[in-house]
């Protein structure tokens, strides 16, 4: 158990209301105990650390200036958020943070009013800050929309899209960029803070707008040449020339850390009849604790870890993880065939490509949060005879459908997408799961789609990718680790398209894709036990499906079961449809599905999400039972 940090001054405050009530003075003691008590939390339940260190700061600033719920602040992405759900009435329950029935570890609308918009994916906060306020201009009622967006987060092409648009939000839209990383404008420091105080500030500002009136009524290219001048002059001084270009007041650089420089900063902004704006804040991830100012990358996301030391809980030793295992077979086929390169969306070490980068620096690249380019770069590669294999996550490469769809599968290329974190992913909830990528993708011409059961399988199946140079083909696979198997020290290439039995029987089939085949391998012992014999098939391929395979088995037992981690529309349709366009299932065949249930689930312990989703052993055994039992009373019915 953590032991729990004085914090006299937050116990005071429940909600930003309160926190209104506090001296300007009294901020730089509350800030502390935030940040104590965010480290508290986390050391106990684990998550994301580093980011929202980094903004308790200016999460209090905002909170402290703003008329929060009214004013709506989105943040991007919404693993910044734990300050900021410790100030708005959540506090009673940071400690369930990522828990089965406990706060969401991202910003979600149903938990919260001071939550206006979910945002666990990156680089949608300023679109829908522009959308609440332009919705407040157009009904005439107050209220400023305020997108708090991390540096990593602009390097998606969604965020320009919206500041390209966000003119027509005026003074209603107010975006901070929290850069922690990009270094992109002049050094912090008191020139820099009293610059921001002097630019915003509503004298300066009014003084501007009356020249700028004056400047329209004289001819074209004076006015032209004053405007130019003015936006000249201020990105010498204080840089922000791109966000002046796209339509935006810039002012900035501020420390972040500096809440002397950020509340007036703040206020000016807040009252300034000009905008939309962008206010620039420094900051540092990990601010004030040490093991994460020295570690960013190891204390972005962690373990339930020792306060005092720093030291995270360490998983008892077991299997590879899946990621390593793609990581380190890709690197190896790598070291004899010079074309094979790995892409990735600003997750190298979440998808395995940080082992490839290490030996293979020269074909490694990350791209950052921009899996649209990430995909339709892996096409250019692929059609300039290259071996592009493109690694995301695969609720983040929902992203880049349209290039899936365009540039990759109409031109049928060869491009290998390792897909990370198929199926349910624990405590990161629906928002990470990788509910939908059979579906969407098995339904494309030209795609092959497979799925290993196991850790040596995967290992199969990235050589299989590399040597498939006619079309895409995608590998899906879970978060976690292996099954414990040993890995082959010679990989095969398999047959597309062809599955295995695993276990032979005559009674019951179950067709089992990706990891489920050890829950399928369990229920075939109860059943067996009940006297039901039946064959476990790894079908291996969502696309092409083993048709020879599944007609088989199909034409010989009474009941047969699918089972996927993926949503409806996956394998079970593309064997529900090849039964019906074959006539399979008109003999007496009873035919059953097991997939994701029709529903967002929320963040738990695997195994708990497991049996909420009935894709257990035991729910297995319960389909199949209840199947022969309608199958009975069928024949029966069939005979009066």
């Known amino acids: 158990m953590v032991d729990m940090p004085p914090t006299p001054l937050l116990d005071t405050v429940r909600t930003p209301h309160d926190l209104r009530r506090l001296k300007p003075a009294q901020l730089r003691q509350l800030a502390d105990e935030l940040r104590a008590e965010t480290i508290s939390a986390v050391g106990t339940t684990g998550g994301h650390l580093g980011s929202g260190l980094g903004v308790v700061e200016l999460t209090t600033a905002i909170h402290y200036v703003f008329d929060t719920p009214a004013d709506r602040l989105v943040w991007d992405v919404g693993h910044q958020c734990y300050p900021h759900k410790i100030l708005t009435g959540r506090r009673d329950r940071i400690r369930t943070l990522r828990m089965g029935g406990g706060l969401s570890g991202f910003t979600k609308r149903t938990e919260s009013e001071y939550d206006p918009f979910g945002a666990a994916h990156s680089s949608t906060s300023i679109s829908a800050a522009l959308g609440f306020a332009v919705a407040n201009k157009l009904a005439d009622t107050p209220g400023k929309a305020i997108a708090v967006i991390g540096d990593g987060a602009m390097s998606a ?15 209603r839209l107010i975006v901070i960029l929290n850069d922690n990383d990009m270094s992109i404008a002049p050094p912090v420091g008191g020139l820099s803070a009293y610059l921001s105080r002097i630019v915003s500030s509503r004298e ?20 032209t040449a004053a405007r130019k001048t003015d936006e000249f002059a201020r990105g010498m001084t204080m840089g922000g020339t791109l966000f002046e270009e796209l339509g935006f007041y810039y002012v900035g650089p501020i420390d972040g850390h500096n809440l002397d420089h950020l509340i007036p900063v703040l206020e000016n902004v807040r009252d300034a009849e000009e905008g939309p704006i962008l206010v620039h804040v420094v900051t540092k991830k990990g601010k004030g604790y040490a093991p994460a100012e020295e570690s960013a990358d190891k204390y972005h996301g962690v373990q339930k870890f020792d306060v005092i030391t720093g030291a995270q809980a360490k998983a008892p030793p077991g299997p590879p993880s899946y990621q390593n295992v793609f990581g380190e077979t890709l690197a190896k086929l790598a070291e004899t065939d010079s074309r094979i390169c790995a892409i990735t969306a600003a997750m190298p070490s979440g998808t395995g490509v940080d082992k490839f ?13 921009a899996e649209q380019h990430a995909v339709t770069f892996a096409a250019g590669l692929a059609a300039q005879g290259m071996r592009p294999f493109c690694a995301i996550y695969s609720t983040f490469l929902q992203r880049a459908y349209d290039q899936v769809v365009h540039d990759v599968a109409i031109q049928n290329l060869p491009v290998r997408f390792a897909i990370d974190r198929a199926g349910l992913v624990g405590a990161d909830g629906c928002t990470h799961a990788g509910s939908f990528d059979v579906t969407y993708l098995a339904t494309l011409p030209n795609f092959v789609v497979m799925a290993p059961a196991d850790e040596a399988e995967l290992v199969h199946m990235t050589y299989t990718a590399a040597e498939h140079d006619t079309g895409p083909i995608a590998v899906r696979y879970p978060r976690g680790n292996g099954t414990g198997v040993a890995l082959p020290a010679i990989p095969e290439r398999l047959e597309i398209g062809k599955g295995r039995v695993v276990r032979e029987g005559k009674t019951v089939a179950i067709l089992s894709l990706g990891t489920r085949l050890g829950e399928a391998l369990k229920a075939a012992e109860t059943l067996e036990a ?21 007609r088989r088995l199909l034409a010989t037992h009474e009941v047969a079961v699918t089972i996927e981690e993926n949503a409806v529309g996956g394998l079970g349709a593309h064997v529900l449809t090849l039964a019906s366009d074959q006539g399979l299932i008109d003999g007496g065949l009873t035919l059953r599905t097991m997939r994701l249930p029709d529903t967002f689930q929320d963040h738990d312990k695997p195994e708990v999400q497991y049996d909420e989703a009935r894709l257990n052993a035991p729910h297995i055994v319960e389909t199949v039972l209840t199947a022969l039992r309608h199958n009975e009373r069928g024949i029966e019915e069939a005979r009066a």
Do not use: C, W
């Open 357 to 369: 980068a290490k030996a293979h620096p020269t074909r490694a690249f990350d791209v950052g949060i």
């Open 530 to 550: 009940k006297g039901l014999s039946t064959t476990v098939a790894d079908l291996r391929f969502a696309k092409p499906l083993d048709e020879a395979l599944i």
């Open 157 to 171: 092409g969604m965020a320009y899209e919206a500041m390209n648009n966000a003119e027509q939000a005026g003074n």
């Open 204 to 223: 300066f500002l009014g003084l501007r707008e009356t020249l700028r009136k004056v400047a329209r009524r004289l001819p074209r290219p004076i006015h």
